[in-house]
């Protein structure tokens, strides 16, 4: 089993940043690729970004390109998503996602483990 767990949220200012960390505990040694999703109320929950392994191979949704980056440490089991020049539509409950197999994905349903997310607020 691997538990998420995430920090960094907090209320900012549009065109401010914040700094999303995840500490990864457990049979960390089995995850693969990872990624950052988010959800607001009545809404499903989307794909934000995705980072494999290494690091080297990223994916993020068109609407963050340019202001987000993923990122990872695996020596100390975190996954990092720093977001810059935020903006009120990046409001939302953001979660960590990790899987154990299979390449980078965009899909919920492809990732096992989840944190229990930490909230966002920007204010225009």
């Known amino acids: 089993q691997v538990q998420l767990v995430e920090s960094g949220g907090g209320l900012v200012q549009a065109g401010g940043s914040l700094r999303l960390s995840c500490a990864a505990s457990?049979?960390?040694?089995?995850?693969?690729?990872m990624g950052w999703f988010r959800q607001v109320p009545g809404k499903e929950r989307e794909f934000v970004a995705a980072?494999?392994?290494?690091?080297?191979?990223?994916d993020y949704e068109d609407s963050v390109k340019g202001r987000f980056t993923i990122s990872r440490d695996n020596a100390n089991n975190r996954l990092y998503l720093q977001m810059n020049n935020l903006k009120a539509e990046d409001t939302a409950v953001y979660y960590c996602?990790?899987?154990?197999?299979?390449?980078?994905?965009?899909?919920?349903?492809?990732?096992?483990?989840w944190g229990q997310g930490t909230q966002v607020n920007v204010s225009s």
């Open positions: 457990g049979r960390t040694s089995s995850l693969y690729s």
């Open positions: 996602a990790g899987r154990t197999q299979g390449w980078i994905s965009r899909s919920v349903r492809e990732y096992p483990y």
């Open positions: 980072s494999s392994w290494t690091g080297y191979t990223t």
